[in-house]
């Protein structure tokens, strides 16, 4: 199936650094949703973004919707181990179905 | 409001069997959709309902089928089970309609083991 290219698809860090992730695709998106999601449990929705440009902070959270909307990124401040998860971008064109990013597997070492 | 709920939360079916798993959206909620989640493929779009409709698909084959109640409940079924079915299967509601409701909200997902 379509999916989006979602990078990078894991990473390994010290408690207290900064994490960024992004997304990428060929298509034009209308909507950016950023999910988390822990072991044996659906994904929870972080941030929502519906306008290119758009940044938008949840916490030490912070997304941004791309100014091409073809791409966006999420950023995590001061990593604590609870951040630990994985995370998924997920795209929203003129249909109503979303396109999922195959995710960032973060661990934060404490 | 209580969260989207699904049931059961673990299944455990034999090939060339069927199965239903059910789904209950937020109170208010009239879209339910329904993605298929495997190490391999991650999360992959199954289908939408929106007002007991489908209004949206994807690229699955006939054995899965879902439907949409008047009280905005969601049944998805699979028929003819195989082992590459095995997977967590997820539920997720949102608003739905054309002005908003752009945001998905996910259950906790049952997980279907086929052997």
């Known amino acids: 199936g379509q999916q989006l290219n979602q990078s990078p698809q894991s990473m390994f860090i010290q408690e207290g650094e900064d994490v960024s992730m992004n997304c990428t695709s060929s298509s034009i998106f209308n909507t950016w949703l950023w999910y988390k999601q822990d072991p044996g449990e659906g994904p929870v929705l972080l941030i929502a973004?519906?306008?290119?440009?758009e940044l938008t902070s949840n916490g030490r959270l912070t997304a941004q919707f791309g100014i091409t909307r073809k791409d966006s990124f999420l950023n995590i401040s001061a990593s604590i181990p609870s951040d630990v998860g994985i995370y998924f971008c997920?795209?929203?064109?003129?249909?109503?179905?979303?396109?999922f990013g195959s995710g960032t597997r973060l661990l934060v070492r404490p | 409001k209580a969260g989207v709920t699904q049931t059961p939360r673990y299944l455990i079916k034999t090939r060339g069997q069927q199965v239903t798993l059910s789904c209950s959206p937020i109170s208010g909620h009239r879209s339910v959709s329904w993605y298929q989640q495997t190490p391999g493929q991650g999360l992959q779009f199954l289908f939408e309902y929106f007002s007991e409709t489908q209004r949206n698909k994807g690229n699955f084959p006939g054995r899965f089928s879902g439907r949409q109640f008047s009280n905005s409940r969601s049944e998805m079924n699979v028929s003819t089970l195989e082992l590459g079915d095995s997977a967590l299967y997820l539920c997720?509601?949102?608003?739905?309609?054309?002005?908003?409701?752009?945001?998905?909200?996910f259950g906790p997902g049952t997980r279907l083991t086929v052997l």
């Open positions: 997920a795209g929203r064109h003129s249909s109503y179905k979303l396109i």
């Open positions: 997720a509601s949102s608003p739905g309609g054309t002005t908003g409701g752009n945001e998905q909200f």
């Open positions: 973004l519906y306008k290119a440009g």
